[in-house]
Protein backbone atom coordinates (compact mmCIF):
# COMPACT_ATOMS: atom_id res chain seq x y z
CA UNK A 1 0.00 0.00 0.00
CA UNK A 2 0.71 3.56 -0.30
CA UNK A 3 2.12 4.76 2.93
CA UNK A 4 3.88 8.39 4.50
CA UNK A 5 5.09 8.41 8.08
CA UNK A 6 5.92 11.70 10.31
CA UNK A 7 5.96 12.24 14.15
CA UNK A 8 2.18 13.96 15.19
CA UNK A 9 4.20 16.67 17.26
CA UNK A 10 7.58 17.79 18.60
CA UNK A 11 8.53 20.65 21.03
CA UNK A 12 11.87 22.58 20.99
CA UNK A 13 13.08 25.99 22.20
CA UNK A 14 13.90 28.81 20.23
CA UNK A 15 17.05 28.90 19.10
CA UNK A 16 17.64 25.44 19.30
CA UNK A 17 17.52 22.59 16.15
CA UNK A 18 14.69 20.36 15.30
CA UNK A 19 14.91 17.42 12.63
CA UNK A 20 11.38 15.90 11.31
CA UNK A 21 11.62 12.41 9.78
CA UNK A 22 9.50 10.85 7.03
CA UNK A 23 9.43 7.89 6.22
CA UNK A 24 7.34 6.32 2.78
CA UNK A 25 6.33 3.46 0.61
CA UNK A 26 4.94 5.14 -2.62
CA UNK A 27 4.46 3.51 -5.60
CA UNK A 28 6.01 6.11 -7.92
CA UNK A 29 7.88 8.76 -6.95
CA UNK A 30 9.78 11.45 -8.91
CA UNK A 31 10.37 13.88 -6.03
CA UNK A 32 9.85 14.58 -2.03
CA UNK A 33 8.36 18.35 -0.96
CA UNK A 34 8.25 19.90 2.15
CA UNK A 35 5.60 22.50 2.89
CA UNK A 36 5.19 24.65 6.37
CA UNK A 37 1.75 25.52 7.16
CA UNK A 38 0.28 27.84 9.91
CA UNK A 39 -2.74 27.13 11.31
CA UNK A 40 -5.65 28.04 9.60
CA UNK A 41 -3.23 29.62 5.86
CA UNK A 42 -1.99 27.84 2.88
CA UNK A 43 0.58 25.48 2.91
CA UNK A 44 3.97 27.21 1.61
CA UNK A 45 6.58 25.80 -0.10
CA UNK A 46 10.05 24.80 1.62
CA UNK A 47 12.02 22.33 -0.25
CA UNK A 48 12.17 19.92 -3.44
CA UNK A 49 14.57 16.89 -3.26
CA UNK A 50 14.55 14.42 -6.48
CA UNK A 51 17.94 13.13 -6.35
CA UNK A 52 19.84 11.71 -2.28
CA UNK A 53 21.62 13.98 -0.47
CA UNK A 54 21.30 17.36 1.21
CA UNK A 55 19.87 20.65 0.19
CA UNK A 56 20.52 23.65 2.45
CA UNK A 57 18.52 27.04 1.86
CA UNK A 58 19.40 29.08 4.70
CA UNK A 59 17.88 27.60 8.06
CA UNK A 60 15.79 24.73 6.64
CA UNK A 61 17.65 21.73 4.74
CA UNK A 62 16.14 18.57 3.42
CA UNK A 63 17.72 15.68 3.44
CA UNK A 64 16.20 12.47 0.92
CA UNK A 65 17.79 8.66 0.71
CA UNK A 66 15.75 6.95 -2.27
CA UNK A 67 16.78 3.54 -1.09
CA UNK A 68 15.32 3.98 2.38
CA UNK A 69 12.45 5.37 1.46
CA UNK A 70 13.44 8.71 4.30
CA UNK A 71 13.80 12.43 4.31
CA UNK A 72 14.20 14.63 7.37
CA UNK A 73 13.65 18.32 7.30
CA UNK A 74 16.12 20.04 9.78
CA UNK A 75 15.27 23.59 11.10
CA UNK A 76 18.15 25.34 12.76
CA UNK A 77 18.13 28.27 14.56
CA UNK A 78 14.41 27.68 15.42
CA UNK A 79 12.22 31.20 16.05
CA UNK A 80 8.41 31.56 17.55
CA UNK A 81 7.74 32.23 13.92
CA UNK A 82 8.60 28.44 12.97
CA UNK A 83 5.26 27.25 14.91
CA UNK A 84 3.39 25.42 12.60
CA UNK A 85 2.70 21.89 10.92
CA UNK A 86 5.74 20.39 8.71
CA UNK A 87 3.96 18.52 5.42
CA UNK A 88 6.31 15.88 3.90
CA UNK A 89 4.60 15.15 0.26
CA UNK A 90 5.88 12.70 -2.36
CA UNK A 91 5.82 13.31 -6.10
CA UNK A 92 3.80 10.48 -7.67
CA UNK A 93 3.89 9.83 -11.40
CA UNK A 94 1.32 12.88 -12.20
CA UNK A 95 3.11 15.78 -11.83
CA UNK A 96 1.60 17.96 -8.78
CA UNK A 97 -0.65 14.76 -7.56
CA UNK A 98 1.03 14.29 -4.34
CA UNK A 99 0.53 12.19 -1.64
CA UNK A 100 0.70 14.11 1.92
CA UNK A 101 1.93 13.08 5.14
CA UNK A 102 -0.66 14.37 7.96
CA UNK A 103 1.95 16.51 9.04
CA UNK A 104 3.93 17.62 11.87
CA UNK A 105 3.27 19.83 14.25
CA UNK A 106 5.94 22.10 15.99
CA UNK A 107 5.83 23.99 18.78
CA UNK A 108 8.75 26.26 19.10
CA UNK A 109 8.54 27.34 23.33
CA UNK A 110 10.40 30.43 24.45
CA UNK B 1 -2.02 39.98 -4.88
CA UNK B 2 -0.73 38.07 -7.58
CA UNK B 3 -1.38 34.67 -5.26
CA UNK B 4 -3.90 32.32 -5.66
CA UNK B 5 -7.49 33.98 -4.96
CA UNK B 6 -9.84 31.61 -3.97
CA UNK B 7 -13.67 32.30 -2.68
CA UNK B 8 -15.89 32.22 -0.62
CA UNK B 9 -13.64 31.28 2.34
CA UNK B 10 -16.16 30.16 4.36
CA UNK B 11 -19.42 28.47 3.18
CA UNK B 12 -22.38 27.10 6.05
CA UNK B 13 -24.33 25.08 4.18
CA UNK B 14 -27.49 22.31 5.10
CA UNK B 15 -27.14 18.86 4.00
CA UNK B 16 -28.67 18.67 0.87
CA UNK B 17 -27.97 21.55 -0.84
CA UNK B 18 -25.19 22.81 -3.59
CA UNK B 19 -22.17 24.64 -3.48
CA UNK B 20 -19.37 26.30 -5.60
CA UNK B 21 -16.05 27.30 -4.60
CA UNK B 22 -14.06 29.24 -7.02
CA UNK B 23 -10.44 29.35 -7.75
CA UNK B 24 -8.34 32.09 -9.57
CA UNK B 25 -4.77 30.59 -10.25
CA UNK B 26 -1.57 32.61 -10.66
CA UNK B 27 -2.06 34.23 -14.14
CA UNK B 28 1.03 32.36 -15.77
CA UNK B 29 0.04 29.28 -14.33
CA UNK B 30 -1.38 26.48 -16.69
CA UNK B 31 -1.82 23.91 -14.12
CA UNK B 32 -4.51 24.27 -11.56
CA UNK B 33 -5.07 21.27 -8.42
CA UNK B 34 -7.83 20.75 -6.24
CA UNK B 35 -7.17 19.17 -2.98
CA UNK B 36 -8.99 18.55 0.18
CA UNK B 37 -7.95 19.31 3.74
CA UNK B 38 -9.55 17.97 6.96
CA UNK B 39 -8.67 18.53 10.63
CA UNK B 40 -5.27 17.20 11.64
CA UNK B 41 -4.10 15.52 8.27
CA UNK B 42 -2.89 16.33 4.92
CA UNK B 43 -4.69 17.49 2.11
CA UNK B 44 -5.45 14.84 -0.62
CA UNK B 45 -5.49 15.14 -4.09
CA UNK B 46 -8.67 15.95 -5.58
CA UNK B 47 -8.23 16.77 -9.43
CA UNK B 48 -6.09 18.59 -11.84
CA UNK B 49 -6.17 20.36 -15.24
CA UNK B 50 -3.79 21.32 -17.42
CA UNK B 51 -4.95 24.60 -19.06
CA UNK B 52 -9.05 23.70 -19.47
CA UNK B 53 -8.39 19.48 -19.86
CA UNK B 54 -9.02 17.67 -16.77
CA UNK B 55 -6.49 15.14 -16.52
CA UNK B 56 -7.18 13.54 -13.40
CA UNK B 57 -9.68 12.33 -10.87
CA UNK B 58 -9.41 10.74 -8.05
CA UNK B 59 -11.68 7.73 -6.25
CA UNK B 60 -12.43 10.30 -3.62
CA UNK B 61 -14.04 12.21 -6.16
CA UNK B 62 -17.75 10.81 -6.18
CA UNK B 63 -20.26 11.64 -8.84
CA UNK B 64 -21.89 14.62 -7.05
CA UNK B 65 -18.59 16.70 -7.47
CA UNK B 66 -17.78 18.16 -10.82
CA UNK B 67 -14.55 20.44 -11.46
CA UNK B 68 -14.31 22.83 -14.24
CA UNK B 69 -11.71 24.94 -15.76
CA UNK B 70 -13.44 26.53 -19.05
CA UNK B 71 -11.06 29.00 -20.66
CA UNK B 72 -7.97 27.13 -18.87
CA UNK B 73 -8.22 30.31 -16.36
CA UNK B 74 -10.06 30.30 -13.05
CA UNK B 75 -11.86 26.81 -12.25
CA UNK B 76 -14.57 26.02 -10.19
CA UNK B 77 -16.01 22.98 -7.92
CA UNK B 78 -19.08 22.37 -7.41
CA UNK B 79 -20.50 19.93 -4.27
CA UNK B 80 -24.37 18.82 -5.46
CA UNK B 81 -26.50 17.26 -2.27
CA UNK B 82 -23.34 17.87 0.01
CA UNK B 83 -23.64 15.45 2.98
CA UNK B 84 -21.90 15.93 6.57
CA UNK B 85 -18.71 14.27 5.69
CA UNK B 86 -17.82 17.01 2.66
CA UNK B 87 -17.04 19.40 5.71
CA UNK B 88 -13.63 20.08 5.00
CA UNK B 89 -10.94 22.35 3.81
CA UNK B 90 -11.20 22.30 -0.10
CA UNK B 91 -7.68 24.37 -1.18
CA UNK B 92 -6.73 24.94 -4.86
CA UNK B 93 -3.07 25.31 -6.03
CA UNK B 94 -1.05 26.24 -9.28
CA UNK B 95 1.98 25.81 -10.68
CA UNK B 96 3.73 25.93 -14.26
CA UNK B 97 4.68 22.36 -15.41
CA UNK B 98 7.00 20.39 -12.95
CA UNK B 99 7.21 24.04 -10.80
CA UNK B 100 6.33 23.81 -7.07
CA UNK B 101 2.79 24.12 -5.93
CA UNK B 102 1.42 27.66 -4.98
CA UNK B 103 -1.74 27.34 -2.69
CA UNK B 104 -4.73 29.32 -2.22
CA UNK B 105 -5.89 29.79 1.35
CA UNK B 106 -8.59 27.60 0.89
CA UNK B 107 -12.57 27.75 0.83
CA UNK B 108 -14.05 26.13 4.35
CA UNK B 109 -17.04 24.03 4.31
CA UNK B 110 -18.90 23.44 7.00
CA UNK B 111 -22.27 20.95 5.94
CA UNK B 112 -24.81 21.04 9.16
Known amino acids: GQNIDQPTEMTATEGAIVQINCTYQTSGFNGLFWYQQHAGEAPTFLSY????GLEEKGRFSSFLSRSKGYSYLLLKELQMKDSASYLCAVQGDSWGKLQFGAGTQVVVTP | DTGVSQNPRHKITKRGQNVTFRCDPI?????LYWYRQTLGQGPEFLTYFQNEAQLEKSRLLSDRFSAERPKGSFSTLEIQRTEQGDSAMYLC??????????FGEGSRLTVL
Open chain 1, 49 to 52: NVLD
Open chain 2, 27 to 31: SEHNR
Open chain 2, 93 to 102: ASSVPAGELF
